[in-house]
């Protein structure tokens, strides 16, 4: 057989057909106008207004008796724990510390109880009720009598209900817990 004689395979003519040669030319087309674009100057993050990057040793002697070049906590004078505390105050106070953590530990403790439910939910689609109570019967021995029976009676209802309730209860809980998580967040960003 020749090779005029040789029938041609589908995907070689396929490919032999197709322009590859011009791939490269057409991203370097594409991209051409980045290329020339000026660099973008960002302002620097917010901050102090004022430099303080000295040295330890140039700050103890602009400001003696304040500890500035000690090499532990205990060589500090009274003077520059007094400096310190001052300092943390300030501080805590413009970064608004007490409010950020309030709005963290209040969406995240909201996020926290519809979690725990779209767990239950979710165990209670696929549990059924013998297991239920052999799985209460193992936790007996790690959590408190209360509370295996606060937890067990909820698991045990819940392995009882319908599948479409604890469908719709699953749902609302993770989507609510999801929202909770989010702004929780959010409020650390803030």
Do not use: C
């Amino acid at each position: 057989m020749t090779d005029d004689a040789k029938p041609k395979r589908p995907v070689r003519t396929w490919l032999a057909s197709r322009p590859y040669g011009l791939a490269p030319w057409i991203v370097l087309l594409a991209l051409a106008p980045f290329a020339f674009r000026k660099p973008v100057v960002h302002a620097p993050p917010p901050g102090l207004s004022e430099d303080r990057t000295m040295p330890p040793d140039d700050f103890d002697t602009v400001e003696p008796m304040r500890g500035r070049a000690a090499r532990h906590p205990h060589h500090i004078p009274l003077l520059g724990w007094r400096d310190i505390l001052w300092r943390t105050w300030r501080e805590i106070t413009v970064d608004r510390l007490p409010a950020v953590a309030g709005g963290v530990t209040f969406y995240t403790l909201l996020a926290l109880f519809p979690a725990i439910g779209a767990f239950v939910s979710l165990y209670g689609l696929f549990a059924d009720v013998a297991a239920v109570q052999k799985q209460l019967s193992e936790m007996s021995g790690v959590f408190p009598a209360s509370v295996i029976q606060i937890v067990g009676e909820q698991m045990l209802r819940l392995a009882s209900q319908e599948q479409a309730k604890l469908g719709a209860a699953f749902a609302v809980s993770l989507l609510l817990s999801v929202w909770s998580a989010n702004a929780s967040m959010q409020a650390l960003f803030d």
